[in-house]
């Protein structure tokens, strides 16, 4: 089975920093996506991590602690176009088939 | 532009009705998915098709039938469907169902209504 939790809304101000949090229970873990989705449009890929520890690209960078099972996406220095929703997915290997299974997605607005 | 594309972008349909979804993939990919998203939800995986076999069928119901005649193309037969089946139905590809680092490309949805 699996349970992801993540909070639904979140504002922040342009400019500012903000970090979403991701909590994840599966068996067969096998790593952890962030996903943006602007609305109207199609997920997107943000990060990947399957070991502890930071991974960063550009303005964006995701932290994966397995022992604890949490994750969180940090985004500098804030744009507009930020807005949107954060899904996080935890990777489950089943069967041989690897299966994402998702949260609900937190919807991010950034203010001026 | 993400390289999978599905038509249509919306559909509304009765409950009698008998309509399909297709979605096609331009990566080169191996594997096709088909996911539900439906308001204050997770996303939810409906199927799951590695070189146009079936490997997951996660306890649907029988009035959605997916079709994966090449590795490009999938499709979800829709027929006598329910109110609670309105959502956006969401395609995506990936070069392996069983790489680890399994990278989804999604497209952009078909936002289904059934009146």
């Known amino acids: 089975g699996q349970n992801i939790d993540q909070p639904t809304e979140m504002t922040a101000t342009e400019g500012a920093i903000v970090q979403i949090n991701c909590t994840y229970q599966?068996?067969?873990?096998?790593?952890l996506f962030w996903y943006q989705q602007h609305a109207g449009e199609a997920p997107t890929f943000l990060s990947y991590?399957?070991?502890?520890g930071l991974e960063e690209k550009g303005r964006f960078s995701s932290f994966l602690s397995r022992s604890k099972g949490y994750s969180y996406l940090l985004l500098k220095e804030l744009q507009m176009k930020d807005s949107a929703s954060y899904l996080c997915?935890?990777?489950?290997?089943?069967?041989?088939?690897?299966?994402?299974?998702f949260g609900t997605g937190t919807r991010l607005t950034v203010i001026p | 532009e993400t390289g999978v594309t599905q038509t249509p972008r919306h559909l509304v349909m009765g409950m009698t009705n008998k309509k399909s979804l297709k979605c096609e993939q331009h990566?080169?990919?191996?594997?096709m998915y088909w996911y539900k998203q439906s308001a204050k939800k997770p996303l939810e995986l409906m199927f799951v098709?590695?070189?146009?076999?079936?490997?997951e069928n996660n306890s649907v119901p029988s009035r959605f039938s997916p079709e994966c005649p090449n590795s490009s193309h999938l499709f979800l037969h829709l027929h006598t469907l329910q109110p609670e089946d309105s959502a956006l139905y969401l395609c995506?590809?990936?070069?392996?169902?069983?790489?680890?680092?399994?990278?989804?490309?999604f497209g952009a949805g078909s936002r289904l209504t059934v009146l």
């Open positions: 991590n399957v070991l502890d």
């Open positions: 997915a935890a990777n489950e290997d089943q069967t041989g088939a690897n299966n994402l299974f």
């Open positions: 990566l080169g990919h191996n594997a």
């Open positions: 599966t068996s067969g873990f096998n790593g």
């Open positions: 995506a590809s990936s070069a392996g169902a069983d790489f680890g680092a399994n990278v989804l490309t």
């Open positions: 098709y590695s070189l146009e076999e079936r490997v």
